[in-house]
T-cell receptor, first 114, second 114 residues
Framework: AQKVTQAQTEISVVEKEDVTLDCVYE???????LFWYKQPPSGELVFLIRRNSFDEQNEISGRYSWNFQKSTSSFNFTITASQVVDSAVYFC???????????FGKGTMLLVSP | DVKVTQSSRYLVKRTGEKVFLECVQDMDHENMFWYRQDPGLGLRLIYF???????EKGDIPEGYSVSREKKERFSLILESASTNQTSMYLCASSPPGPRRSPLHFGNGTRLTVT
């Protein structure tokens, strides 16, 4: 069975602070895929990034960066210089090599105040 | 851009009613999914489908069924609605293949069963 744990239920920061959202996963598969989604107050889930298990290269996209470490089964997400528009629930998710279904963590609610 | 449309944004039904939640996607995707989202529990997979007339149970299929008569449409059916099925329901679709593409989600249907 596979599992995704987002230990942080809610995080509050002030604008311009950096914030890291943690994600730890469990799977028996050697090939798997990790995702991050953002869910703003409007409710729609927005895809942010996908990472393959055989590619541990970290990625930066503007103010967003992702740190994938297979040794600790973690796929953490950092927002640099947070903005109010970053306020949302963020989900980490896992897809194995067999099916195209996603197993989600419980989400982390990020509140960025001005 | 992929468009996944859920027919209702809000729905209120009575206990015991048969409820249909409709989902349509416009990108000719083979894969379609139904999730429910509850506070503190994240997203949980109810059913998914890899092709027309094909369905597979997810993690929490009890009390639900699905129908996929056409490729673009995937319906979730609550045979006899109960109050514990009050939730946000999210439909998603994705293309097939080894790339493990991200799921594209609709805006959700918030169902209240009274």
């Amino acid at each position: 069975a596979q599992k995704v744990t987002q230990a942080q239920t809610e995080i509050s920061v002030v604008e311009k602070e950096d914030v890291t959202l943690d994600c730890v996963y469990e799977t028996r598969d050697t090939t798997y895929y990790l995702f991050w989604y953002k869910q703003p107050p409007s409710g729609e889930l927005v895809f942010l990034i996908r990472r393959n298990s055989f590619d541990e290269q970290n990625e930066i996209s503007g103010r967003y960066s992702w740190n994938f470490q297979k040794s600790t089964s973690s796929f953490n997400f950092t927002i640099t210089a947070s903005q109010v528009v970053d306020s949302a629930v963020y989900f980490c998710a896992l897809m194995n090599s067999g099916y195209s279904t996603l197993t989600f963590g419980k989400g982390t609610m990020l509140l960025v105040s001005p | 851009d992929v468009k996944v449309t859920q027919s209702s944004r809000y729905l209120v039904k009575r206990t015991g009613e048969k409820v249909f939640l409709e989902c349509v996607q416009d990108m000719d995707h083979e894969n379609m999914f139904w999730y429910r989202q509850d506070p503190g529990l994240g997203l949980r997979l109810i059913y998914f489908s890899y092709d027309v007339k094909m369905k597979e149970k997810g993690d929490i299929p009890e009390g639900y069924s699905v129908s996929r008569e056409k490729k673009e449409r995937f319906s979730l059916i609550l045979e006899s609605a109960s109050t514990n099925q009050t939730s946000m329901y999210l439909c998603a679709s994705s293309p097939p293949g080894p790339r493990r593409s991200p799921l594209h989600f609709g805006n959700g249907t918030r169902l209240t069963v009274t």
